[in-house]
């Protein structure tokens, strides 16, 4: 089954980083555009950080200077570096590829920032 799948994420603390990939073998076509979102708990969706085929990335303004987000298209995978991290960081990150194929979304992956 065609999937997104996720990895990195962990616990760390305040000030630390960590990294997310998603990464998909089917799911990609000639212009995607990539997303990272975070839901913290009783919280809605927000979207994190974008980045479409031609590497051109946006931020939300939360993250902003301290997140990094690429692509490797020839490898069909995203990464998300997350610098500087706060405990208001803490939630569950997915991965989204939206693309003429439709809209797909990974598993999610927990991330936790303590003081």
């Known amino acids: 089954q065609a999937r997104l799948v996720e990895s990195g994420g962990g616990s760390v603390q305040a000030g630390g980083s960590l990294g997310l990939s998603c990464t998909t073998s089917?799911?990609?076509?000639?212009?995607?555009?990539w997303n990272w979102y975070r839901q913290a708990a009783g919280e809605q969706r927000e979207l994190v950080a974008t980045?479409?085929?031609?590497?051109?990335?946006n931020y939300a303004d939360s993250v902003k200077g301290r997140f990094l987000v690429s692509v490797d298209s020839s490898a069909n995978t995203v990464w998300l570096r997350m610098n500087d991290l706060k405990p208001e960081d803490t939630a569950d990150y997915y991965c989204?590829?939206?693309?003429?194929?439709?809209?797909?979304w990974g598993q999610g992956i927990q991330v936790s920032v303590f003081n």
């Open positions: 089917s799911l990609v076509s000639s212009f995607n555009v």
């Open positions: 980045v479409t085929s031609n590497g051109r990335p």
């Open positions: 989204n590829l939206n693309n003429r194929l439709g809209d797909h």
